[in-house]
Nanobody
Framework: QVRLVESGGGLVQAGGSLRLTCSASGSFFSINLLGWYRQAPGKQRELVAHITRDGDTNYADSVKGRFTISRDNAKNMVYLQMNRLKPEDTAVYYC?????????WGQGTQVTVSS
């Protein structure tokens, strides 16, 4: 079982930046594909970005060029640097870990972008 704790959300004006942090606790072999999903009110949860243990990344088209995901394997941390934020980025952001289809979720952190 992997426990995930997010931090770094908040309120920011459009065009601003935020950095989300997720701390993962568990055995070395259980922390695998780390990433972020988000869920806006009335919408389905959607993938934002994920990163493999080797550093390969994947981004949603809507955030490419604005968001950057990174991880520190030694510290079991994953980060999401969000730049040029837009009101449509407003959502609860969830950290997740996927180990061979077994997914663990954090409790979520609210990101609100005002226009």
């Amino acid at each position: 079982q992997v426990r995930l704790v997010e931090s770094g959300g908040g309120l920011v004006q459009a065009g601003g930046s935020l950095r989300l942090t997720c701390s993962a606790s568990g055995s070395f072999f259980s922390i695998n594909l780390l990433g972020w999903y988000r869920q806006a009110p009335g919408k389905q949860r959607e993938l934002v970005a994920h990163i493999t243990r080797d550093g390969d990344t994947n981004y949603a088209d809507s955030v490419k060029g604005r968001f950057t995901i990174s991880r520190d394997n030694a510290k079991n941390m994953v980060y999401l640097q969000m730049n040029r934020l837009k009101p449509e980025d407003t959502a609860v952001y969830y950290c997740y870990n996927n180990l061979l289809g077994v997914v663990s979720w954090g409790q979520g952190t609210q990101v609100t972008v005002s226009s």
